[in-house]
């Protein structure tokens, strides 16, 4: 069956360095790869997306690669701060068409001042 | 400012109690979802519609049904609502024929049933 794993537990990192979370998939292949943030009590909003033709995707602290070959995306943030503290989710798209993803069961950061 | 708004933050049901969820987008999308987000289990999708009266099972929609009668209006109905439905539930939106496919969410309706 298919299969998305992100790190359940908790990744506590100092302010100022480099997060770098995961994203593993089992019997997928997506055509792309989207990675959400979500703050407490609040719905995902959407950071980046990447397609399998594409390596690596950044905007401005972000950057996201994506291996169709490993089967994972690493999503990174550089010089974190308190602010980017959030549960960060990864979607993908699903089979049977319609733009329909399925989504990760998130990993949360805290970053630590 | 593209906005996806669910008619309730919080909601308190008795069981057996038939339960509406509302949600209207304003960013002419044709796609709608319904989720519900349980910890440990992270989003699940309950249903999905691509068009106005169109609708397409998710992952989980036993106890569930839905209606769309206009593109920006998307309600999740519980038929009989049960205590294993207690959940937080989140509509999104997205363009249909878009490579650029990101969803827009709403703010969430934190169900209670008891």
């Known amino acids: 069956s298919q299969k998305i794993e992100q790190n359940s537990e908790a990744l506590n990192i100092q302010e100022g360095k480099t997060a770098t979370l995961t994203c593993n998939y089992t019997?997928?292949?997506?055509?792309?790869l989207q990675w959400y943030r979500q703050d407490p009590g609040r719905g995902p909003v959407f950071l980046l997306l990447?397609?399998?033709?594409?390596k690596e995707k950044r905007k401005e602290r972000l950057k996201v690669t994506f291996d169709t070959t490993l089967k994972q995306s690493l999503f990174h943030i550089t010089a974190s701060q308190p602010a980017d503290s959030a549960t960060y989710l990864c979607?993908?798209?699903?089979?049977?068409?319609?733009?329909?993803?399925?989504f990760g069961t998130g990993t949360k950061l805290q970053v630590i001042p | 400012d593209v906005k996806v708004t669910q008619s309730s933050r919080y909601l308190v049901k008795r069981t057996g109690e038939k339960v509406f969820l509302e949600c209207v987008q304003d960013m002419d999308h044709e796609n709608m979802f319904w989720y519900r987000q349980d910890p440990g289990l992270g989003l699940r999708l309950i249903y999905f519609?691509?068009?106005?009266?169109?609708?397409e099972k998710g992952d989980i929609p036993e106890g569930y049904s839905v209606s769309r009668e206009k593109k920006e209006r998307f309600s999740l109905i519980l038929e009989s609502a049960s205590t294993n439905q207690t959940s937080m539930y989140l509509c999104?939106?997205?363009?249909?024929?878009?490579?650029?496919?990101?969803?827009?969410f709403g703010q969430g309706t934190r169900l209670t049933v008891v």
């Open positions: 019997n997928y292949s997506p055509a792309y």
């Open positions: 979607a993908l798209e699903r089979s049977g068409g319609y733009q329909k993803v399925t």
């Open positions: 990447i397609r399998e033709n594409e």
């Open positions: 519609s691509y068009d106005v009266k169109m609708k």
């Open positions: 999104a939106s997205s363009l249909w024929g878009q490579m650029n496919t990101e969803a827009f």
